[in-house]
């Protein structure tokens, strides 16, 4: 019974952090100085700390984040933040119906079962624990009572094709809502355009661009702009901005040192060469405005050359109504389909500059590679995975390392070693792993940071299935014995069959496992991102001992956006081991349900007041989150089908219908729903607009930072007109010229 | 060598027959009498024969089959009859630059090796033939010479991508320039709208869907079409017409009677009931005269109910320019995708009226039932084909029906029946499928007949594969055999490695097999094509017996169109078993070299001057054809990795890299060609139209033929004006209102 005794140990020790945390934040949260840390979202936006801040109940922060509206949610951290919530809801609505059925009716039914009692019986080396008894475990093979678990996972099923139908009807409508906003964005006028075929000689690239979409919608087509090479200039760029930041630093310790004994104070000065630790002494003032002059010439010879030499096969164009781009963006150009590729253009801020030009062909080549090298990191991030979940019992880690005996006989060590060893270093591996994911999927050449975002968080998420999932399933059973080991290399006999069997035996012995994994994972994890303990004593750190300026400050404190491509396959991670659960071991779904419940509440604070998001990508991740949902039910089905299998039960065929329903939901799903979340409909689009921004400010807006003059506009030149006046429509234009302009952009200067 | 010499046997009486019945062609074809037959289509088209029909030279149809231009054959056949064409050119040149490599190198060194020999020295139950020393089989196992079969295998994969490119881009040529003719068709200026969603109270369907359409595209939207019920008025329309037809014969008899010796001739008389058998005698001319009249009212009352009270949520509705068509086609135009959902608009000829209205969820439940069905179909046909296969060999027939001994040891019988009997057989099941496979397509709601023929062509593609070639390489070995059988039901050990093992080692002995199967085929078969013996002896027997009028006469002589449906998947099987064994035994190149040079000569012999295309669905087989094309590659890179393996080359590995390449390819292809035939791409719906038709004249080609109205005008009505005056528009119409109407609808009439 140390199993039994290592999970309740696990929970409490879990809780007890949590609870830690927890009291931490409500204390921590009121002070003024920490503000920053705990409403940064709100300081961003100039709203200040909410009233909780000011009361001394420790739980208004609660009642705040569960009460606040949709719509406030949308308004402040945007659709993205609240689709990804409303997961939360999805989930907990799932969890919550199905436990409706599977608690009060399976768990009586397989605790009053004796089959564990009976095995032991048997075999002594077999064992069980209490927590087992209330699980499918328990039942006896072939029995009549095994049609309620028949209908549970029947119950399961529907629930969720209900609760994830009405879900996709909200989220349609959130998205709907937040497209036909009267006040539009610039990325409803703006296409991307993809491989553009080289130009006819003697013509720019520009005057192609204009005569191809100008002969297509001669009634809409406004005008474009040619995406230039910026690494070069972007190199020049960022030294220029590291210049000017030094130089503030310099002059704001200068500063400081006036304000105390003397009042001429002392120039800072460093040495030159690496890292400011030896070569020659200057003075920083002097040293870094003559750098920034320097690079402030250099910028601006660079950016005039990227934009005549640098021009790229690729390009955004504006058009005048959002009904005409959003057609635009949905059909099929040229004969060809791979050329002149027309997509929805991403939100200004999101663009990946350095991937738009990039040929389709060698996208393709770049994909096929990624997938190969993700393949890989799944295939070689396995070997230590399944060592370690071999460790999952103790004592096979004494029997490999001995030495530990001494230690690990030692009563207190020995039950929390037992409960957080093997999670600790699985939390350990699969933290290494984001960001490198990120790298594989933005070379791929996505042109948008929401779907690398997503690619990254797709990625993760095989290799969550296949590593932890089927990783610790099976290879951990495999693993734990030498005839585990002969199993493995005799994989020549595998079959499909042997596989769904094999599974379905494989799990619940390790359910107890996961649900130590899930309670870690929520109790320890929610707390610490509530408390954000992390981020408070590094700012702290920082602004004691680093930050001289106001923006230095502010960097230490800037909170960032949701990382979603941890928090997604994390979040679907667990959903998906309670959803093979939800039948055989329905306490599983208590779990998942306080765990999804704590990270709703959790994560619904920090969108209001901490995360501020960098780029809105229109909820796009829904369809992504959905899919993964709709397997992690696929998944349920087919375990169960296993499971059912081994229990002998005749009518375990009756199962097979399930994952049938699903494909077809699944599809049915793709033809309704998905396509609402790739494009813009044209009903949405034909909404009326009161407030469209102007064709100036649409164009800055997809300028890149680097190449904005600081001290030009040269926006009014004639080059810039050709492409409006040829536009001219007999219909009153919607978009009208603005004459404030928000930055002066060189938007004209692709017309060269 | 039994077997030898039944494959000369097969190949020598099979080209026998082939000369004969090409010989009968070059007479017949001469006669003036069988002129409706030979050339029908140039009859349809009021051109008459060709000069061939005139001169005595027997092979002048040859020369006019072959140098007749593409873009002649186009004008006469349609684009669909040309790019299957296109198709036996493709492979033609496919096939020939293997045959360049593999015939002068692969075949001398496996003629020159001894394999065959020392199998056959160490067991005497093992037989080879002469034929299979030119193939792979004869190269010992390991050596060097297994080299130049893996170069083989690379250049027939390398060859096979070039010319499907350059294929592909001929067709996408030949299709742009059909689609951006100057005189435009109604399908370029029409929409498809089907999942219509229930009408908001107190609106009609019409008033629905023009409101709808008039928001999203106020400038290009011109009208709609509201699709009806039409099964009650068909049956009583097709009622009327066959009353016309009788009333018509009738007075063609008593005419022919008046001729003869009696001038007031005799008046046909008939029996009321059970095909004119039984019942009191009638007058047949006033019988049907009144018929007729009876007929013809019940057919208006019901048109005018109809179209009141059978509207259906599936309509077409019709746009300014092509441009507007081809780009609303394209975009999702609900929010929920799943409504509202746009098509392209098929031709008017070839839509299936009967399933445009089905719900998009039904369509899917049909395509699963029907998808359940073919995967039954597709089992339960194998076992007889199985059992068709087994007695290949004529001593496996004796040994089940040991009293056919007698027969079959009389030397001749045995010769023809060993060579015969299997594919006679086979070709005989074959038969029967294809009509099961079209009603199975039009079942799952289909919207137009091209795209029946296409779902019913890769349906029949999948038997022919499972079937044929799988079903005969697999299961022909395995049922041969008790030691096959055992092999069968353990297939429980089965794995995808032994699956390509046995594959591969399957293969080469039924090699000789499909040899006879492909001469028997085309030779047989082309020659049938060509002397088209049994439509002239059914026309002939017609004309003497059965036809009275002119219009009679003319349905005994319609030819039809291509039937794609059973036409594509057998010579993509001939391709696919070709593909397989290209390098195994390279002499079947040669063998599908005739095959496909004598299918292109006699097919476009026939589309030139025989066959009446119904439809044109603008080449859209094409992409059809190439995906299989695609996946015959692949089987045949698969089998020669099995086979390599089986060889025990140690390189066998470096096969591996072609089917990664062929999926490269694959998706390569389904995005840069595919869209490009499943839509109209806007560069070429932006071409200038010179001749584009008055809108009455596309409404009217829409509506179906039992909703014209006789002696009506109701065109002109008030109810059709008010969809056209609010699409007013600022630009000049592309479209005029032309007063001469081809023929009178009700289209308006939609309108109530």
């Known amino acids: 019974m140390t199993a039994t005794s290592a999970f309740v140990t696990s929970l409490l020790t879990s809780f007890g952090i949590f609870c830690g945390l927890v009291f931490a934040f409500s204390i921590l949260s009121k002070w003024k100085v920490n503000h920053n840390i705990y409403y940064s979202a709100r300081i961003t936006a100039g709203e200040g700390p909410t009233a909780a801040a000011r009361t001394r109940n420790p739980f208004a922060w609660l009642r705040e984040a569960i009460f606040t509206s949709d719509e406030e949610l949308i308004r402040i951290a945007g659709l993205d933040s609240a689709i990804y919530l409303n997961f939360f809801v999805c989930i907990l609505e799932i969890f919550g119906y199905s436990a409706l059925f599977c608690i009060p009716v399976l768990v009586p039914i397989a605790a009053r079962s004796r089959n564990n009692e009976a095995v032991f019986a048997l075999d002594p080396n077999q064992t069980y624990e209490g927590f087992d008894n209330l699980a499918m475990g328990n039942v006896e093979e072939g029995t009549a009572k095994l049609w309620a678990f028949l209908v549970g996972t029947y119950w399961v099923s529907f629930v969720t094709y209900f609760v994830l139908v009405k879900h996709y ?60 090479k910026l690494n070069k200039l972007l190199r020049i760029w960022k030294k220029h901005q590291a210049a000017k930041r030094n130089l503030e630093h310099a002059e704001a310790v200068y500063e400081e040192s006036k304000t105390t004994g003397k009042p001429d104070g002392t120039r800072p000065m460093h040495r030159l060469y690496f ?50 781009a959003a057609e635009a963006s949905q059909a099929v150009h040229a004969p060809y389909a791979m050329q002149w590729r027309v997509f929805p253009a991403p939100e200004p801020r999101e663009v990946v500059w350095n991937n738009l030009h990039k040929p389709v062909y060698e996208r393709m080549i770049r994909s096929g590679l990624v997938y190969f090298a993700v393949f890989m990191t799944v295939v070689f991030y396995m070997i230590p995975i399944a060592l370690i979940s071999s460790f999952t019992t103790l004592d096979n880690l004494v029997k490999i390392l001995p030495f530990l005996e001494v230690v690990v006989n030692f009563g207190p060590i020995n039950t929390v070693l037992q409960a957080f060893l093997p999670q600790i270093a699985l939390i350990i591996f699969l933290s290494l792993l984001p960001s490198l994911l990120m790298a594989f999927s933005r070379m791929e050449g996505i042109p948008s940071q929401s779907h690398v ?78 408390s954000r303990v992390v981020p408070l004593s590094v700012y702290h750190l920082k602004r004691k001992f680093l930050c001289k300026t106001e923006k230095e400050l502010e960097e230490a404190w800037e909170p960032g956006p949701f990382e979603y491509q941890t928090l997604v396959p994390n979040d679907i991670l667990i959903l998906m ?91 049915m799903c793709k033809m309704n729903y998905y396509p609402s979340f790739n494009v813009m409909s044209l009903a949405i689009a034909s909404e009326d607009v009161k407030e469209s921004p102007p064709m100036r400010e649409i164009i800055a807006a997809y300028t890149p930072e680097c190449l904005v003059l600081e001290d030009q506009d040269v926006y009014e030149s004639e080059h810039f007109e050709d492409a409006r006046e040829s536009s001219v429509s007999t219909r009153p234009m919607v978009i009208s010229r603005s004459d404030s302009a928000s930055h002066e952009t060189t938007a004209d200067l692709y017309a060269l």
Request: proline content about 5%; aromatic content about 14%; hydrophobic content about 50%.
């Open 453 to 530: 975002v997503r690619a990254a968080s797709g990625k993760y998420f095989y290799f969550v299935i296949f590593n932890v999932f089927l990783g610790v399933t099976l290879f951990g059973t495999v693993f734990s014995s030498l005839a585990g080991f002969q199993t493995l290399l005799n994989s020549k006999n595998f079959s499909v069959s042997s596989v769904v069997t094999l599974f379905g035996s494989k799990l619940p012995p390790v359910a107890a496992y996961f649900i130590t994994f899930v309670a870690l994972q929520f109790f320890v994890g929610y707390g610490l991102e509530l």
């Open 275 to 324: 890292l400011g630790l030896c070569g020659p002494k200057v003075d920083s003032i002097n040293f870094y405005e003559e750098q920034v002059r320097e690079m402030a010439s250099m910028v601006a010879v660079e950016q005039q050359r990227t934009l005549k030499e640098e021009q790229l096969p690729a390009a955004f164009v504006f058009f005048s109504s959002r009904r005409a």
């Open 577 to 667: 081991i309670s959803m093979a659960y939800a039948v055989i071991a329905p306490m599983i779904l208590l779990f998942a349900i306080v765990y999804f419940a704590i990270g709703y509440v959790v994560l619904r604070n920090q969108a209001l007041k901490v995360y501020v998001p960098e780029f809105e990508s229109g909820g796009r991740m829904w369809p992504h989150i959905h899919t993964r949902i709709v397997v992690a039910l696929f998944i349920g089905q087919i375990t169960m089908m296993g499971y059912m299998g081994i229990k002998k039960f005749p009518y375990a065929v009756l199962v097979i219908i399930l994952p049938l329903f699903t494909i077809f939901f699944a599809s």
């Open 169 to 228: 009807k909200k989220m349609i409508r959130l998205r709907g809502k937040e497209q036909a906003r009267e006040k539009a964005a610039p990325q409803q006028f703006s296409c991307l355009i993809r491989d553009i075929p080289p130009p006819p000689k003697g013509m720019t690239r520009r005057e192609q661009v204009n005569a191809f979409f100008r002969k297509i919608h001669p009634d809409t087509y406004m005008n474009c702009l040619i995406v230039c």
